[in-house]
């Protein structure tokens, strides 16, 4: 079964810096899209950012110039730098994998657990 492990959620002072990362499991071999969303209580889940497999990426309007998505194919890691963060960027932040090829065989739509960011004013 394939699973992402978040790590690097925390709390912060507006206007500081945090780095999220998304590790898929081992016999994972390849995963098209990867992408970040985030949610807050109430509210429908947002896509962030994410990046195809050819490096292409995509951001919300809201965080463009701010936030900075990479990844790491031979890790099948996905990274978001999180610059100049505001107090309504506070929400729970997941990872999610579009289509992943693994031992198990191939899995769509994979999802992560989420990590807090909270970013204090």
């Known amino acids: 079964q394939v699973q992402l492990v978040e790590s690097g959620g925390g709390l912060v002072q507006a206007g500081g810096s945090l780095r999220l990362a998304c590790a898929a499991s081992?016999?994972?071999?390849?995963?098209?899209?990867m992408g970040w969303y985030r949610q807050n209580p109430g509210k429908q889940r947002e896509l962030v950012a994410d990046?195809?497999?050819?490096?292409?990426?995509n951001y919300a309007d809201s965080v463009k110039g701010r936030f900075t998505i990479d990844r790491d194919n031979a890790k099948n890691t996905v990274y978001l730098q999180m610059n100049s963060l505001k107090a309504e960027d506070t929400a729970v932040y997941y990872c999610?994998?579009?289509?992943?090829?693994?031992?198990?065989?191939?899995?769509?739509?994979?999802w992560g657990q989420g990590t807090q960011v909270t970013v204090s004013s």
């Open positions: 999610n994998a579009d289509r992943v090829a693994s031992q198990w065989g191939p899995f769509l739509d994979v």
């Open positions: 081992a016999g994972t071999f390849s995963i098209s899209t």
């Open positions: 990046i195809d497999g050819t490096g292409y990426r």
